[in-house]
């Protein structure tokens, strides 16, 4: 896990005029979940320019995935927080039986001290709102999943900035998704702007026709006596990224990220380059 020492807190809070690379202010999260699997994924795109990764596999079976603040740098160009080490570094501390009720709060406990550098910033004056590294509402967040007790589920947790006691909150959990264990149909949802996605439940809209058209064969899963499973289900959350770069695209791109994780068995992690569609067989 990350740990700084108070000294070093202290030479990074004093000198600190935060420099956020890779800042990625409207990241895209989706998740999609059924009774035999769930997927999630995350856009690549960063701002002003360049891409990021923004989600992990943590013990073959359980999700993080960032948004808002992916790395950051201070005055020195010394780097105060970088998500991939981050949470690389939660994985290869925590038992390899942890369960996702656990890593919640493994994250929870580390958010606090991960983001003090941004606290004293605020504290100090050197955030503002409104300053161009775009986060204004939510510091940052993580959208954690997998599987308790077999059960589908879905977490955040969020850091949110008090720009006028000048300080930050939280962090604050929320239970996002819970999957019902005996439902063959699948459900979604997703974290960001969600400009193109809050279209999908518009009746005749163009993100709702596409995201008809692209997942027909995964839609047909739905009917009495199939379960879709998350290979189906990763097929789902890579279109409802597709739609939201579509619609968003001056936030939301590509490099798309997309973890399935199968009610048993390892996850697995896919990276898609393009928009191309992929072909569905149904079994």
């Known amino acids: 896990m990350l740990a700084y020492t108070a000294t070093m807190k202290l030479a990074i809070a004093v000198a600190l005029i935060v420099v956020a690379t890779n800042c990625a202010l409207a990241t895209t999260v989706v998740y999609v979940t059924s009774s035999c699997g769930m997927a999630v994924g995350a856009d690549g795109k960063t701002l002003p320019a360049g891409t990021a990764v923004k989600i992990a596999l943590l013990k073959n079976r359980l999700v993080v995935a960032d948004l808002y603040y992916e790395s950051a740098k201070g005055a020195g160009g010394a780097v105060v927080y970088d998500f991939p080490t981050w949470v690389r570094q939660i994985d290869d501390s925590t038992d390899a039986n942890i369960s996702l009720s656990g890593l919640v709060e493994v994250i929870k406990k580390q958010m606090t001290s991960t983001f003090s550098w941004a606290s004293e910033a605020i504290k100090n004056g050197k955030m503002k709102k409104g300053q161009d590294w775009g986060v204004d509402q939510y510091l940052v967040q993580y959208v954690i999943a997998g599987y308790e007790n077999g059960v589908p589920l879905v977490y955040s947790l969020t850091l949110m900035p008090d720009w006028n006691a000048r ?59 199939h379960c879709v499973t998350s290979e189906h289900l990763s097929h789902v959350a890579r279109t409802m990224l597709a739609i939201e770069t579509e619609y968003d695209s001056h936030y939301v791109g590509f490099p798309l990220t997309v973890i399935a994780l199968p009610k048993n068995g390892d996850g697995a992690v896919t990276t898609y380059q393009t928009n191309t569609p992929s072909i569905i067989t149904l079994p």
């Open 167 to 225: 300080t930050v909150n939280g962090p604050f959990e929320v239970l996002l998704k819970k999957g019902a264990p005996k439902n063959t149909a699948y459900d979604f949802g997703w974290r960001g702007r969600g400009t193109g996605l809050r279209l999908i439940d518009t009746a005749n809209s163009g993100p709702q026709q596409e995201f008809n058209d692209r997942i027909g064969a995964d839609l047909d899963l739905t009917h009495p006596g």
